[in-house]
């Protein structure tokens, strides 16, 4: 790792620690999504407490605990994990739990049971890795995103970044079926979802009885044949953390594809990636370059004759999304200019690009515990 990478992200994550201490004391026991009119917190969990991203709040916590050692963070983290808990039973979690379980404990729970050694939090994963294998459809062979029967047959690619939590609990039980299910998923969606030019599809509508492709949905990009930008990173990082689990060269290859066609997208339009790289609305997503930054420094990691480019590929990013940041410290999120989908034409903040800047941060500083 190039020594001015280093010294850059020493100096980023000393104006992370700076504000973020004071964003977590002025907001004690809340799991936030995005902020108001003020720049202030927004309490998700009040209003949705089986909101897909609440998990990033605990696991941000995490992320500023290692890397600070304040006790502080593990407090809130734990705190956060333990108004959870409830849905973990029938209390509040039932129908509202979808395939994104892995956002809301492997990055959470998952990262205190890796850092801390919390038995406590070994058990949550495990119950969250129940539910989302509750979700295989075998026949299929792939995780129904979404709860209905009119949506049984509906995948999307973000639910790569959920088959860590089943990697990790294979390794940790011995029992194979977990990781089994996690391949089959990303094998069934690397054949569907991934087009030949390493474009990815975002929603897939497979047929529940046999699992080949019906046709795509726009999800969160701008039409079914387009490519949204945070779903297009999640393929480069899910493929890519899905070879760390499994060594399988065909996801390594399949991360790399992804990579390159982003690449070349970023090359003609800036390094602060679009909403949509199809689209013809400059609606920039943040999100998109912070996740981008971490699979393509996971690609370094696994292709050593690759690694110097998918290094300066991702500090071109990170470099970039330096002017979408807001240090302020009278408002509480860090990453602006981030977007929920193509169609809303709506510029925001998004936990989870704090989140994902904080750890490529931490990946360039070295020597930290990756949580995924």
């Given at each position: 790792?190039?020594?001015?990478?280093?010294?850059?992200?020493?100096?980023m994550?000393?104006?992370?620690?700076?504000?973020?201490?004071?964003?977590?004391?002025?907001?004690?026991?809340?799991?936030?999504?995005?902020?108001?009119e003020?720049?202030?917190?927004?309490?998700?969990?009040?209003?949705?407490?089986?909101?897909?991203t609440?998990?990033?709040?605990?696991?941000?916590?995490?992320?500023?605990?290692?890397?600070?050692?304040?006790?502080?963070?593990?407090r809130?983290?734990?705190?956060?994990?333990?108004?959870?808990?409830?849905?973990?039973t029938?209390?509040?979690?039932?129908?509202a739990?979808?395939?994104?379980?892995?956002?809301?404990?492997?990055?959470?729970?998952g990262?205190?049971?890796?850092?801390?050694?919390?038995?406590?939090?070994?058990?949550?994963?495990?119950?969250?890795?129940?539910?989302?294998?509750?979700?295989?459809?075998?026949?299929?062979?792939?995780?129904?995103a979404?709860?209905?029967?009119?949506?049984?047959?509906?995948?999307?690619?973000?639910?790569?970044?959920?088959?860590?939590?089943?990697?990790?609990?294979?390794?940790?039980?011995?029992?194979?079926?977990?990781?089994?299910?996690?391949?089959?998923h990303?094998?069934?969606?690397?054949?569907?979802?991934?087009?030949?030019?390493g474009?990815?599809?975002?929603?897939?509508?497979?047929?529940?009885?046999?699992?080949?492709?019906?046709?795509?949905?726009?999800?969160?990009?701008?039409?079914?044949?387009?490519?949204g930008?945070?779903?297009?990173?999640w393929?480069?990082?899910?493929?890519?953390?899905?070879?760390?689990?499994?060594?399988?060269?065909?996801?390594?290859?399949?991360?790399?594809?992804?990579?390159?066609?982003?690449?070349?997208?970023?090359?003609r339009?800036?390094?602060?990636?679009?909403?949509?790289?199809c689209?013809?609305?400059?609606?920039?997503?943040?999100?998109?370059?912070?996740?981008?930054?971490?699979?393509m420094?996971?690609?370094?990691?696994?292709?050593?004759?690759?690694?110097?480019?998918?290094?300066?590929?991702?500090?071109?990013?990170?470099?970039?999304?330096?002017?979408?940041?807001?240090?302020?410290?009278?408002?509480?999120?860090i990453?602006?200019n981030c977007?929920?989908?193509?169609t809303?034409?709506?510029?925001?903040t998004?936990?989870?690009?704090?989140?994902?800047?904080?750890?490529a941060?931490?990946?360039?500083?070295?020597g930290?515990?990756?949580?995924?």
């Open positions: 790792m190039r020594q001015h990478y280093t010294a850059w992200a020493d100096e994550w000393r104006r992370i620690e700076e504000k973020m201490h004071t964003v977590v004391c002025r907001n004690p026991g809340i799991i936030p999504y995005t902020t108001d003020n720049g202030r917190y927004i309490d998700r969990y009040a209003a949705s407490p089986a909101f897909w609440n998990g990033f709040w605990p696991g941000i916590l995490l992320y500023l605990y290692q890397g600070t050692g304040d006790e502080l963070y593990r809130e983290a734990g705190q956060a994990e333990e108004k959870r808990d409830c849905l973990l029938l209390e509040k979690g039932g129908d739990i979808d395939h994104d379980v892995g956002f809301l404990w492997h990055l959470s729970a990262a205190d049971e890796l850092l801390t050694g919390n038995a406590q939090s070994r058990v949550r994963t495990r119950r969250a890795a129940d539910l989302l294998m509750a979700r295989f459809n075998p026949d299929g062979r792939f995780f129904t979404w709860n209905g029967p009119e949506r049984q047959g509906w995948s999307i690619i973000d639910t790569m970044m959920n088959l860590p939590l089943l990697y990790r609990t294979a390794e940790q039980t011995g029992y194979t079926r977990y990781a089994r299910a996690a391949q089959a990303a094998d069934h969606t690397m054949q569907y979802m991934l087009r030949p030019d474009s990815s599809a975002h929603v897939a509508v497979y047929d529940p009885v046999d699992g080949h492709l019906l046709h795509w949905l726009a999800g969160q990009g701008a039409g079914p044949d387009s490519v930008a945070r779903g297009q990173c393929a480069v990082y899910g493929f890519a953390v899905g070879y760390r689990y499994t060594r399988k060269p065909e996801y390594l290859q399949a991360a790399r594809r992804a990579a390159v066609y982003v690449e070349a997208a970023l090359q339009t800036g390094w602060v990636p679009h909403s949509d790289f689209g013809d609305k400059p609606l920039l997503d943040a999100t998109a370059g912070a996740i981008l930054a971490n699979g420094l996971e690609l370094a990691e696994h292709l050593p004759e690759e690694a110097e480019h998918w290094q300066e590929s991702a500090f071109h990013i990170l470099t970039a999304l330096e002017s979408c940041c807001d240090w302020n410290l009278a408002h509480d999120a990453l602006q977007s929920e989908r193509y809303d034409e709506k510029q925001m998004i936990l989870y690009g704090d989140y994902f800047l904080m750890e941060v931490l990946r360039l500083k070295g930290a515990k990756l949580l995924w």
